[in-house]
């Protein structure tokens, strides 16, 4: 199985800053990665498919990148409505696997 | 506009088989995959299982002994079956169509 390692767990940051979440895989997955957002009592919401390709109706502030095995999530400008817990999977084999989480917070 | 909709019990005992039904709308299932995932309370994110437009299957390993997926095109529903429940099966199940589109999640407590 594919390991997915997502860092940090936790991230305090402030309205307006730049942040950064990180997913490596234990192997090679070809891009094949979407991030997650989810909101504490909902269900997750796909954020980026494929690495770096934004979903319909997701604000542009989100950003997506990598290759190999490691990617990011970028979120330009911390807003407060970002306040979620973020997952990364990776769809490239089976079974597919998530990352363990980023508990995103407003400082 | 595309739905998931999932139900079952929400109390199961240990030893027992869980069932749970997920009803799609504004979608066929002939057309698109469904997957099951599954989250313990305050944990991450498991994928459990696959239902491909086809017809095919695909489960996890580490639950491929305990679960099957199936489904009625007819009436729009893909199913879940898990025997052998224990308490670490506890937590909210979700349906996906190419996890990309998610149901509410249902909340299944494993307790006697």
């Known amino acids: 199985d594919i390991q997915m390692t997502q860092s940090p767990s936790f991230l305090s940051a402030s309205v307006g800053d730049r942040v950064t979440i990180n997913c490596k895989a234990s192997q090679n997955i070809n891009k094949y990665l979407n991030w997650y957002q989810q909101k504490l009592g909902e269900a997750p919401k796909l954020l980026i498919y494929?690495?770096?390709n934004l979903q319909t109706g997701i604000p542009s502030r989100f950003s997506g990148s990598g290759s190999g095995t490691d990617y990011t999530l970028t979120i330009s400008s911390l807003q407060p409505e970002d306040v979620a817990t973020y997952f990364c999977l990776q769809h490239s084999s089976r079974p597919l696997t998530f990352g363990s989480g980023t508990k995103l917070e407003i400082k | 506009q595309v739905q998931l909709k999932e139900s079952g019990p929400g109390l199961v005992q240990p030893s027992q088989t869980l069932s749970l039904t997920c009803t799609v709308s504004?979608?066929?299932?002939?057309?698109?995959?469904v997957h099951w995932v599954r989250q313990p309370p305050g944990k991450g994110l498991e994928w459990m299982g696959r239902?491909?437009?086809?017809?095919?299957?695909s489960y996890n390993s580490a639950l491929k002994s305990r679960l099957s997926i199936s489904r009625d095109t007819s009436k729009n529903q893909v199913f879940l079956k898990m025997n052998s429940l224990q308490t670490d099966d506890t937590g909210t199940y979700y349906c996906?169509?190419?996890?990309?589109?998610w149901g509410q999640g249902v909340m299944v407590t494993v307790s006697s």
């Open positions: 996906t169509r190419d996890l990309l589109d």
């Open positions: 239902m491909r437009y086809n017809g095919d299957t």
């Open positions: 494929n690495t770096n």
């Open positions: 504004g979608f066929s299932l002939t057309s698109y995959n």
